[in-house]
C-alpha cells in the first residue's frame, strides 16, 4: 500500500522563480494538506484541499497557491521565491472526518 | 491562538536511560493532541493521538499522557534507533483542518 508520494525530492531555485511541487495522498485519502518546515523548526500549516477546493489557509502571502485534482493529487505552487523560502514541504493526506494524517518524505526546496 | 512549546530542545541519553518529553499547549477546544517521530530528511511519522485528559497510549519503549495543559511522551529504556526528533502537535476547534507544531525535541540515545 503505496503512501504519500511526493515529488521532485529536491529542488534548487533562484530568487524570483516559479516552483511546483507535487503530491499524491495515500490510497483511499481524498484530503491533502500542505506544510512548510524550516530547518530545526515543527512544520507550519499552508492550506488544506477537500473535494478540488481550499478549505482552511495558513498565514502565508498570496504567493503560495495550490491545486486538486480529481484523483485527488494536489499540486503547490510558490511564485516570485524568495530565500526564506528554503525549507522542506510536507504533504500530509486523511480521510474526511479522521483526525489522523499521514505525511510524505517531502521535497527539499533551496533558493538561491 | 492556538500554542504547542515542547521541552526540551534536546536530550541526550545513554542507552537504557529512561526519560520524559514534554508538550505544553494552549488551544481552544481541543480534538486531538498527536504525537510523531521525525527521522532527518524525512516526513513525520504518526505515533499517538490523544483526545482527553487522563488518557494514555503505549508502543513499545513509548507512552504518552495527557492531561488539560500538556502532554508527556515517556521513554523506557531507550536504544540507539529511538534517536530522532519528536513533534508535539494540536488541532484545535477554531483551525480544525490545521495541525499546530511545536518546534520538537531532538533526542539522541548513545549506545
Known amino acids: 500500500d503505496a503512501g504519500v508520494t511526493q515529488s521532485p525530492t529536491h529542488l534548487i531555485k533562484t530568487r524570483g522563480q516559479q516552483v511546483t511541487l507535487r503530491c499524491s495522498p495515500k490510497?483511499?485519502?481524498?484530503?491533502v494538506s500542505w506544510y512548510q518546515q524550516a530547518l530545526g523548526q515543527g512544520p507550519q500549516f499552508i492550506f488544506q484541499?477537500?473535494?478540488?477546493?481550499?478549505?482552511q489557509r495558513g498565514n502565508f502571502p498570496d504567493r503560495f497557491s495550490g491545486h486538486q485534482f480529481p484523483n485527488y493529487s494536489s499540486e503547490l505552487n510558490v511564485n516570485a521565491l524568495l530565500l526564506g523560502d528554503s525549507a522542506l514541504y510536507l504533504c500530509?493526506?486523511?480521510?474526511?472526518?479522521?483526525?489522523?494524517?499521514?505525511f510524505g518524505s517531502g521535497t527539499r526546496l533551496t533558493v538561491v | 491562538e492556538d500554542q504547542v512549546t515542547q521541552s526540551p530542545e534536546a536530550l541526550r541519553l545513554q542507552e537504557g536511560e529512561s526519560s520524559s518529553l514534554n508538550c505544553s499547549y494552549t488551544?481552544?477546544?481541543?480534538?486531538?493532541l498527536f504525537w510523531y517521530r521525525q527521522d532527518p530528511g524525512k516526513g513525520p511519522e504518526f505515533l499517538f493521538t490523544?483526545?482527553?485528559a487522563g488518557e494514555e497510549k503505549e508502543k513499545e519503549r513509548l507512552k504518552a499522557t495527557l492531561t488539560k495543559k500538556e502532554s508527556f511522551l515517556h521513554i523506557t529504556a531507550p536504544k540507539p534507533e529511538d534517536s530522532a526528533t519528536y513533534l508535539c502537535a494540536v488541532r484545535g476547534e477554531q483551525g480544525a483542518q490545521k495541525l499546530v507544531f511545536g518546534q520538537g525535541t531532538r533526542l539522541t540515545i548513545n549506545p
Open positions: 484541499y477537500y473535494e478540488e477546493e481550499e478549505r
Open positions: 500530509a493526506s486523511s480521510l474526511p472526518g479522521t483526525y489522523g494524517y499521514t
Open positions: 488551544v481552544s477546544g481541543l480534538r486531538g
Open positions: 490523544l483526545y482527553s
Open positions: 490510497s483511499g485519502h481524498d484530503t
